[in-house]
């Protein structure tokens, strides 16, 4: 810095403006580079922070409802349950079929200019949920079917384990629900 300060002082009066103009240029080239790299990292971050807050505000409720209708069908065994069960696990999956949101993420992705290491794990998992769900929406219904299905299946074989503990606990003999030894 010196040295500029010293050639601009002693040059020629004519030279010392365009030696001025070429510093300056200089100058302002090197900060913009400069201040342009960390921007392009803070601003993928900052996509992926207001990504991650709309993303919050409709997937915890989506899954809440899934979880709690999936708790009470589980429980109760009820068809209407287990229709509710799949009609909120339908749309808690559907949400994830998001082309545009699954090309923000990607995008940012592929960038690599997420560094803080929270964010790139939050990154990594969610990317992966999406990447989990680009399929057509039929699909994930035909899955959900199959779900209700093998959960109906499971109930059934868990009420007659049930019944035939219970049996055993009054007669004292193993049976099953028609009363015949096992």
Not at 56 to 85: C, F, Q, R
Not at 165 to 173: E, S, Y
Request: hydrophobic fraction near 40%; aromatic fraction near 10%.
């Amino acid at each position: 810095m010196r040295f500029i300060c010293l050639s601009i002082t002693f040059a020629h009066p004519k030279l010392t403006t365009m030696k001025n103009l070429k510093l300056f240029i200089v100058f302002v080239l090197t900060i913009s580079i400069g201040v342009s790299c960390s921007t392009k990292q803070e601003k993928m971050e900052k996509r992926l922070r207001e990504f991650l807050t709309a993303y919050d505000a409709k997937v915890i409720p989506l899954y809440k409802e899934s979880a709690l209708t999936s708790w009470n069908a589980n429980i109760t065994g009820n068809d209407a349950d287990l229709a509710i069960s799949e009609k909120a696990a339908f749309e808690f999956d559907k949400y994830y079929t998001d082309k545009d949101a699954f090309a923000e993420l990607k995008e940012i992705k592929e960038s690599n200019a997420v560094k803080d290491s929270l964010l790139l794990r939050q990154l990594d998992l969610i990317y992966d949920s999406y990447l989990g769900k680009q399929v057509d929406t039929s699909l994930i219904a035909t899955r959900l079917a199959m779900k209700k299905n093998y959960q109906t299946i499971r109930w059934k074989m868990c009420s007659e384990t049930r019944l035939q503990t219970l049996n055993f606990r009054q007669h004292g003999k193993p049976t099953n629900s028609s009363g015949r030894w096992l």
